[in-house]
């Protein structure tokens, strides 16, 4: 009976771990299908771009590839923060911080 139950675990481990595998594969596949159609987009050099961002810190953790790219390639960025992140008291810091990214 003990060995069953253990092929039964390995059995559902592999299984969770296929899982794991697909779901993160299929995440880059995204990911990488994503940066080509940002990459092929064609705006003119230039260009004023606003990022519309729900609280600081979110342009760095979810932009910072396209900003690079943009501005290497002579956009005139905009950022719109629509909090100032003081959720732990902090607000004062991060709209520091904020400003202190684009400069």
């Known amino acids: 009976m003990c060995e069953w139950s ?3 675990s390995h059995k559902m481990l592999s299984y969770v771990i296929a899982v794991i595998v697909i779901a993160i594969s299929a995440s880059l596949i995204a ?31 979810f932009f910072s590839p396209t900003i690079s790219h943009l501005q290497s390639i002579g956009h005139y960025l905009h950022f719109l923060c629509l909090t100032s992140g003081n959720f732990y008291g902090k607000g004062t810091i991060r709209k520091i911080e904020l400003v202190s990214c684009f400069n």
Request: with cysteine; net charge neutral; proline share 6%.
């Open 31 to 61: 990911f990488v299908y994503k940066i080509r159609c940002i990459s092929s987009l064609s705006v003119p050099s230039g260009s004023r771009i606003l990022f519309v961002i729900a609280h600081p810190d979110d342009e760095t953790m």
């Open 6 to 8: 253990m092929n039964n």
